[in-house]
């Protein structure tokens, strides 16, 4: 069983940045595939990043194409958490962001039912 707990989301001015951290509780942190995903008003969940898991040397992101470039995902296994750092925001950015776990050994997945576990999201909304 694994828990998850964002916090970091908050409003924000376009063109700012937020960093979003996601704390999992339980063991074998570093063997879950971690992802964002993010749900706006009358709109369904998407995805946003991942970060694959269980990976020797080298943990492979993928995002979806409107956040590449602005946002990053990262992880310190130490600390089982992981982060969405977001940059250039805009107001199409406003939504409630999840992180979500998934068991996919060393691959990835950007649909949200490959993931186990979700938090219970945080609001980041991007004023113009």
């Known amino acids: 069983q694994v828990q998850l707990v964002e916090s970091g989301g908050r409003l924000v001015q376009a063109g700012g940045s937020l960093r979003l951290s996601c704390a999992a509780s339980?063991?074998?942190?570093?063997?879950?595939?971690m992802g964002w995903f993010r749900q706006a008003p009358g709109k369904e969940r998407e995805f946003v990043a991942a970060?694959?898991?269980?990976?020797?040397?080298?943990?492979?992101?993928y995002y979806t194409d409107s956040v590449k470039g602005r946002f990053t995902i990262s992880r310190d296994n130490a600390k089982n958490t992981v982060y969405l750092q977001m940059n250039s925001l805009k107001p199409e950015d406003t939504a409630v962001y999840y992180c979500?776990?998934?068991?996919?050994?060393?691959?990835?997945?950007?649909?949200?039912?490959?993931?186990?576990?979700w938090g219970q999201g945080t609001q980041v909304t991007v004023s113009s």
């Open positions: 979500a776990a998934a068991s996919l050994g060393y691959g990835s997945s950007r649909a949200d039912y490959d993931y186990d576990y």
């Open positions: 339980g063991r074998a942190f570093s063997g879950y595939t």
């Open positions: 970060s694959s898991g269980n990976a020797i040397s080298t943990y492979y992101t």
